[in-house]
C-alpha cells in the first residue's frame, strides 16, 4: 500500500530465480547476472532528455524495480489496522504463488503525461516508445 494506491513490485530477471537464496560467492555473483540493471538502466538513459525518475533525488539514484498500480482505495474508510491487515493478507497470499515472468515488449511501453496521479482517461495521454513522434523533444514538451 503507497497512501491510497495498491501496487505490486516487481524486478528483471535473466532467467529462472532460484528457489532458495545464494549460499556461496560464486552463487551470489550468478545471482547478480540473473537481476541485470534493466529498468535502472532505461531511466539513467532517460536523464539525457531531462526526464529524472520521481523517486529519484539525484541523478545517480538507482532504482531497477517495477512497481504497477492494481487499485486504489479510500484510504479514509479504512481504520490504520485494517490496512495493516490489507497488506499482510496480500503478502501472504503472494508468498504462496509461483514466480511470475512475464515479458515486456517495447510496443508496451509507453510515455503517459498526466496531471492526476489517478490517471483518468479524460486528461491522460499515453503514447507508445514505438510511435515515432515520441522524440526526445516530444517528451520534453510533456513537461513544458
Do not use: C
Request: overall charge negative; charged content about 20%.
Amino acid at each position: 500500500m503507497q497512501g491510497d494506491k495498491v501496487v505490486v513490485m516487481g524486478w528483471p530477471i535473466r532467467g529462472e530465480p532460484s528457489l532458495l537464496p545464494p549460499s556461496t560467492a560464486a552463487a551470489i555473483a550468478q545471482e547478480a547476472r540473473i537481476y541485470p540493471a534493466t529498468l535502472d538502466a532505461m531511466r539513467h538513459a532517460a536523464q539525457r532528455f531531462g526526464i529524472l525518475h520521481g523517486w529519484h533525488k539525484t541523478p545517480t539514484d538507482v532504482d531497477n524495480d517495477l512497481f504497477f498500480r492494481i487499485g486504489m482505495i479510500d484510504s479514509k474508510s479504512l481504520t490504520p489496522a485494517a490496512t495493516s491487515m490489507l497488506e499482510s493478507q496480500g503478502r501472504d497470499y503472494l508468498t504462496t504463488q509461483p514466480p511470475l515472468v512475464i515479458e515486456i515488449p517495447l510496443d508496451d511501453i509507453s510515455v503517459a503525461a498526466y496531471e492526476d496521479d489517478q490517471l483518468p482517461l479524460a486528461s491522460t495521454r499515453a503514447s507508445a516508445l514505438t510511435d515515432s513522434k515520441v522524440t526526445g523533444d516530444f517528451v520534453v514538451g510533456l513537461y513544458t
